[in-house]
């Protein structure tokens, strides 16, 4: 794959409105300003996925939110990938993190799935060697479920919240495409 190819920014969630709301798809919820940022709306595409293309901190980027349920986003992004020729290189992940604390964030390449199933099923399909731009949601309070957790809407304290911590990611995300991974961590990793 070529690494002149356009940057990849897939923002990961479950297709549908009664998703739209759900920590589990801060992903979406972060592509969705970038798009704003770009001045574009997203279409539907052949890889089965919802893609703008267009230019973020004066780069080619394809922003692209897998419309597969979260567990099965590696057969859309490995479609974008092979579509696009762009190589692991320039594929940022953004996602739903339970190990750290709600409104925190995380940049890095590579690693495990940490149970996410959205990551496992990109790793499965591309390797793990990808950068991931980590929303923490945190842990699911008392004994609830993780899975009935990341399928709830954040709360109203969260929600006064959630279109700064948002907008941190989507400037994380530039921030990695213009800065490279050391700087923009030494920003953003808080």
């Known amino acids: 794959m070529s690494e002149q190819g356009p940057w990849l920014v897939v923002g990961l969630g479950n297709p549908g409105g009664q998703y739209d709301g759900n920590r589990h798809n801060i992903g979406f919820m972060v592509a969705d300003l970038l798009a704003e940022r770009v001045g574009g709306k997203f279409k539907a595409h052949k890889t089965r996925a919802q893609v703008l293309e267009g230019r973020l901190s004066g780069q080619r980027v394809v922003l692209a939110k897998p419309m597969s349920f979260m567990n099965l986003s590696g057969g859309p992004v490995v479609g974008l990938r092979d579509f696009y020729k762009s190589g692991v290189d320039r594929l940022i992940v953004i996602h739903d993190e339970l190990d750290i604390?709600?409104?925190?964030?995380?940049?890095?390449?590579?690693?495990?799935?940490?149970?996410?199933?959205?990551?496992k099923s990109i790793t499965k399909s591309l390797g793990p060697d990808y950068l991931r731009v980590r929303a923490g949601i945190g842990r699911p309070p008392g004994r609830m479920e993780v899975a009935d957790f990341v399928l709830r809407d954040f709360s109203s304290t969260e929600r006064k919240e959630l279109p700064w911590f948002v907008d941190r990611c989507a400037d994380a995300v530039e921030s990695l495409m213009q800065d490279g991974l050391e700087r923009a961590q030494s920003v953003y990793n808080s």
């Open 101 to 119: 604390d709600y409104a925190t964030l995380r940049l890095k390449r590579g690693g495990g799935d940490n149970g996410h199933n959205g990551l």
